[in-house]
């Protein structure tokens, strides 16, 4: 495997610094803010300059002399108050570039040190439809769990199922109302258990004696009455089952569903630790953590345990927390929740701390923004009610349907290959749609451009590699083999060092958490590649050694491409048709 071009100059730089006897860690370029000026860049001289006691020029000079004697520089320039200019050989690009091409990983690197790292993500209730607000914990979760897999963390994505609470008690008390017992519970599907619960918040909304109903029964389930552990067994078997569906249609995957049911013995172990490090307390019958007060600002209390006996969702998060350490191994736990719940796992976090269960265990919330519509509140149907993830995937499927030709319009497509052509890219857009915003934003979710096959989009990159692999398919017929990599046009050059930058972008997506930075550096390859591809001809080019050259550069952008839509959970096509 090869070093990326940043790594190995700044391995060069490291060395130079070393020689001058300056601090190394000052030593870190980057790729160059003035693309006009240099390929890269290196501000370390004026970071230096106060710790040396010297001018930042005077250093930057000094570094510039060390570094002209390496011949993978062309030029290395002071410029402004001290900042280093780097300019890089064709000739260095090239051989680094040669090497991706023939390695699997397009030579992105791999972790020294592997971590086992836990994803929290998904997160949706049983007995509830899945709706377009569940859409970004799932997709940027699986995202951040093909990243980290694939630079070499052992890592676990837990669904982490609401399903354990009140609502369940609630859908419970409901049943018995409209049929007199649970007899009959068996035989409800998603959707009827799902106008239960409808049902049921809407009454327990308005009725205390409704409400008082179904916390009685959800006492009773969690402390494991047989006649409602059975229903509720159906219920989330039902609810998992709709919920797999949703999840596989959009290539979410989880390693575990583990549901708050699953810590609720463990709650009972955070409980009694609480108690024995006397860090709890009774609080009118509830017992709660008072946290520390020097925050600021400053942390409301937890409730472990409500007067009832009952546990909370602070509880269960630190009972899970809890079991992944314990069981899973965890060193690292990232949760990817709506940022709105950003005050509850500080106050997790903190009394995960003071019990002492997650010792040097990283846990971040990385919170998310919401999806919205065109007037910037939550996304909802035309009819202003609640877009499900079932109804987004279908009007995404139509949308992407009116641009393709029609079963048998094309030889070799039938209905088959056609629908499942469909199928990729609506899912590629809509996951794509969402992935190209950063995390911490909320977008708009535009009904209009996401399934467009140009601009930043899904599609549009599925295009791209669709449209090298029809080059790859064309140099094949003329007999044009892949041959060595040799920079003779801008165009070109512009396109080697945007490639060059793959091994930064991805581990800059893992350092972050942030799949926005891959989809990015995705389009932005793409339409680099579109301009190389309109300046530098391959099938039509005479000479056949630039021919050969061309072919390489354009088969590692294929793969590039490839490599990166799958990171994102994105289907690679071999083929895109579009209706003439």
């Known amino acids: 495997m090869t070093a990326s071009l940043e790594k190995i100059i700044n391995q060069k730089m490291a060395q130079a610094f070393n020689e001058l006897g300056l601090d190394a860690k000052f030593a870190q370029c980057k790729t160059s803010d003035r693309p006009d000026l240099s390929d890269f860049q290196c501000n370390g001289a004026l970071a230096l300059a106060k710790q040396e006691h010297k001018n930042p020029r005077e250093i930057a000079a000094m570094i510039a002399a060390k570094l002209e004697q390496e011949n993978c520089f062309t030029k290395v320039s002071v410029d402004g108050p001290g900042f280093?200019?780097?300019?890089?050989?064709?000739?260095?690009?090239?051989?680094?570039?040669?090497?991706?091409?023939?390695?699997k990983d397009c030579g992105i690197t791999k972790t020294s040190s592997p971590q086992t790292v836990v994803l929290d993500y998904g997160g949706p209730n049983a007995a509830k439809a899945m709706h377009v607000g569940h859409l970004r914990a799932g997709v940027i979760g699986e995202a951040v769990r093909r990243i980290e897999k694939f630079i070499g963390n052992k890592v676990i994505g837990d669904v982490h199922l609401g399903d354990w609470g009140t609502p369940m008690g609630m859908?419970?008390?409901?049943?018995?109302?409209?049929?007199?017992?649970l007899s009959k519970t068996k035989s409800y599907d998603i959707d009827q258990i799902t106008e239960f619960y409808k049902r049921a918040n809407a009454r327990?909304?308005?009725?205390?004696?409704?409400?008082?109903?179904?916390?009685?029964?959800?006492?009773?389930?969690?402390?494991?009455?047989?006649?409602?552990?059975?229903?509720?067994?159906?219920?989330?078997?039902?609810?998992?089952?709709?919920?797999?569906?949703?999840?596989?249609?959009?290539?979410?995957?989880?390693?575990?569903w583990w549901g708050e049911?699953?810590?609720?013995?463990?709650?009972?172990?955070?409980?009694?630790?609480?108690?024995?490090?006397?860090?709890?307390?009774?609080?009118?019958?509830?017992?709660?953590?008072?946290?520390?007060?020097?925050?600021?600002?400053?942390?409301?209390?937890?409730?472990?345990?409500?007067?009832?006996?009952?546990?909370?969702?602070?509880?269960?998060?630190?009972?899970?927390?809890?079991?992944?350490?314990?069981?899973?191994?965890?060193?690292?736990?990232?949760?990817?929740?709506?940022?709105?719940?950003?005050?509850?796992?500080?106050q997790v976090f903190k009394a995960a701390e003071m019990l002492g269960i997650a010792p040097n265990v990283k846990m971040t919330h990385y919170?998310?923004?919401?999806?919205?519509?065109?007037?910037?509140?939550?996304?909802?149907?035309?009819?202003?009610?609640?877009?499900?993830?079932?109804?987004?995937?279908?009007?995404?499927?139509?949308?992407?349907?009116?641009?393709?030709?029609?079963?048998?319009?094309?030889?070799?497509?039938?209905?088959?290959?056609?629908?499942?052509?469909?199928?990729?890219?609506?899912?590629?857009?809509?996951?794509?749609?969402?992935l190209k915003n950063n995390t911490a934003s909320g977008y708009v979710f535009d009904m209009e451009d996401f399934a467009k096959f140009d601009g930043k989009t899904g599609p549009y990159i599925q295009y791209a590699i669709a449209r090298i692999n029809s080059i790859l398919r064309k140099a094949a017929e003329k007999n044009i083999t892949l041959g060595k990599i040799k920079l003779t046009l801008p165009q070109e050059r512009e396109?080697?060092?945007?490639?060059?930058?793959?091994?930064?972008?991805?581990?800059?997506?893992?350092?972050?958490?942030?799949?926005?930075?891959?989809?990015?550096?995705?389009?932005?390859?793409?339409?680099?590649?579109?301009?190389?591809?309109?300046?530098?001809?391959?099938?039509?080019?005479?000479?056949?050694?630039?021919?050969?050259?061309?072919?390489t550069l354009a088969k590692l952008v294929r793969d590039i491409l490839v490599l990166l839509l799958n990171l994102l959970g994105i289907a690679s096509l071999e083929v895109m048709l579009k209706k003439s």
């Open 84 to 103: 280093l200019n780097l300019n890089l050989s064709n000739e260095f690009i090239a051989e680094n570039l040669q090497q991706m091409s023939t390695d």
């Open 367 to 434: 919170g998310f923004g919401t999806v919205n519509g065109a007037d910037g509140k939550p996304f909802k149907t035309r009819d202003g009610g609640v877009m499900t993830l079932e109804n987004l995937i279908k009007l995404s499927k139509e949308k992407v349907q009116d641009s393709m030709p029609a079963a048998g319009e094309v030889e070799g497509y039938g209905a088959a290959e056609i629908e499942r052509m469909v199928e990729q890219i609506a899912i590629g857009a809509i996951k794509f749609q969402d």
């Open 261 to 346: 049911s699953d810590a609720h013995e463990t709650c009972k172990e955070i409980v009694k630790i609480a108690e024995e490090k006397g860090i709890s307390e009774l609080d009118d019958g509830a017992r709660i953590i008072r946290l520390d007060q020097s925050e600021k600002p400053k942390l409301p209390p937890i409730i472990l345990e409500k007067s009832d006996g009952g546990f909370t969702y602070h509880t269960t998060d630190l009972a899970t927390i809890k079991m992944r350490v314990d069981n899973l191994k965890a060193q690292e736990i990232c949760y990817f929740v709506d940022q709105r719940q950003s005050l509850h796992f500080e």
């Open 171 to 181: 859908i419970l008390s409901e049943i018995i109302a409209a049929d007199g017992d």
């Open 495 to 551: 396109l080697a060092l945007k490639a060059s930058q793959l091994d930064a972008v991805v581990w800059r997506a893992h350092l972050e958490k942030e799949p926005s930075i891959i989809a990015d550096y995705a389009y932005t390859l793409a339409q680099v590649f579109s301009g190389f591809y309109n300046a530098a001809p391959i099938v039509a080019e005479e000479n056949q050694a630039l021919a050969a050259s061309r072919l």
């Open 204 to 256: 327990c909304k308005e009725d205390e004696t409704a409400r008082e109903k179904a916390r009685i029964i959800t006492a009773k389930l969690q402390d494991g009455v047989a006649e409602y552990r059975k229903a509720w067994e159906h219920l989330r078997k039902v609810s998992v089952d709709a919920i797999k569906q949703n999840y596989d249609a959009l290539d979410v995957n989880f390693d575990l």
